[in-house]
């Protein structure tokens, strides 16, 4: 029954925007307008985050995450062997191990940022490549070096693969003035470059670096290897829900998304302008046209339409418009998406610099069908919002003075 009714208003309102297909076009159009500039400007966004992305995924690590204590509550939620079990039990971990960090230095004062890792953990969890040399041997006094750091102690201490480096660890005595004990590490291997933090570090034996510090109970982090970068994001969830931070090049990920958010957000405010223009096109039609069928509508209501029939009828009056400036929006906006990507994505990637120079490999505006939903979904619900005053308007006419005074 309702359904029935609901169709008849249509048809009806279909006979009435035949009658004035101009009109309802050009007020279409201005609804469309708005519409093509949301899509735009929102596709413009989500290309240069989507591409933002994919450059963070090709050039980082993004399946690495370390785990480190935090405050939760007032209290520090320690790394513990409990913690540490729970980390590796977690859904997609495909591999973890605990670490401890240290700085070090040479006898001629170059910082070492030192790792301690089970050397187990150094293939299953960091995976390196190297570019001389091989993996550490369990509890001796061996070192590899990041990529970075042995091209520094190359170049101003002469230092090569398989020499013997004195290290300078810091203590203190019982006085508290510092005292620099001497320790020997060979260096075995030397990693190829990582373009991460590996390659300033100097990687030792989780138990011989807890050994040098005097306590063999405390850990700093731990390394969790995902199975997938598409779980990623769900294992830093868990990761958190355990009390504990994670760290890793996700956060860059993370940051793309809250900086293009406010972008888009920014941009659709200033094309959402547009869409005001729209409704006020879309009001004034339609009291145009309630005023220029004040007859018709009383004499409508006198042959038994009730006020609610008359509201419906504007509606879809309104509902038509919208659908019309939806599909007409839709065609605007993947135009001006297409006419972004073929003349303004390289004056984008020349502003942007080499570091954004995959954008050109893609679309820099990415159109998707939940962008195209959503444009004509806000000028369906934009018109029949539009239409709710002149709705009311024409439903509360006298319909005897209509048939009066009307014209």
């Known amino acids: 029954m309702i359904f029935g009714r609901l169709i008849d208003y249509l048809k009806v309102s279909a006979h009435q925007v035949a009658r004035k297909r101009m009109r309802v076009f050009l007020t279409a159009l201005g609804i469309a307008i708005g519409v093509a500039a949301v899509i735009g400007t929102v596709s413009l966004g989500e290309g240069v985050r ?37 980390l590796a039990a977690i859904q ?13 230095t040479t006898k001629r004062q170059t910082y070492l940022e030192v790792v301690g890792i089970d050397p187990g953990g150094i293939e299953g969890v960091i995976r390196p490549k190297f570019l001389r040399g091989g993996p550490l041997e369990p509890g001796s006094r061996q070192a590899v070096l990041g990529h ?79 199975d997938h970068p598409d779980a990623v994001f769900g294992v830093v969830d868990d990761v958190k829900a355990l009390g504990l931070t994670a760290k890793g090049a996700f956060q860059q990920i993370e940051s793309v998304n809250q900086l293009m958010d406010v972008v888009v957000l920014i941009l659709a ?20 046209s309630v005023f220029e069928r004040t007859r018709e509508i009383g004499i409508t209501m006198a042959i038994g339409a009730s006020p609610a029939d008359v509201v419906y009828l504007i509606l879809a009056e309104c509902f038509y418009i919208g659908l019309i400036g939806g ?16 003349f303004g994505k390289p004056f984008i990637i020349a502003r942007l610099g080499d570091t954004f120079s995959t954008f050109a490999e893609g679309d820099i505006a990415l159109i998707t069908p939940e962008i195209l939903a959503t444009g004509m979904t806000i000028a369906i619900v934009l018109s029949l919002v539009s239409g709710l005053y002149p709705a009311l308007k024409a439903a509360h006419l006298n319909p005897v003075t209509a048939i009066r005074t009307g014209v």
């Open 327 to 342: 599909v007409l929006g839709n065609l605007l906006g993947v135009a001006f998406t297409g006419a972004i990507n073929t």
């Open 148 to 226: 970075d750091v042995a091209e520094t102690l190359q170049r101003y201490e002469g230092v090569r693969f398989g020499d013997a480096v004195p290290i300078l660890i810091r203590r203190y005595d019982a006085n508290g003035m510092p005292v620099d004990e001497e320790v020997t590490f060979t260096l075995v291997g030397v990693l190829q470059e990582r373009d991460d933090a590996f390659d300033q570090a100097m990687l030792v034996d989780r138990g011989v670096a807890q050994e040098l510090r005097g306590d063999e109970t405390a850990f700093d982090g731990v390394l969790v290897r995902v």
């Open 50 to 86: 989507y591409q933002a992305v994919e450059a963070i995924k090709e050039q980082s690590d993004l399946t690495l995450i370390e785990a480190t204590a935090d405050i939760r509550g007032g209290a520090i939620q320690f790394i513990t062997p409990a913690k540490i079990d729970e």
């Open 269 to 288: 405010f200033f094309a959402g302008v547009s869409l005001i223009v729209g409704v006020l096109m879309i009001v004034n039609t339609m009291v145009t």
């Open 92 to 104: 997609h971990v495909e591999a973890s191990s605990a670490v401890v960090r240290e700085a070090y």
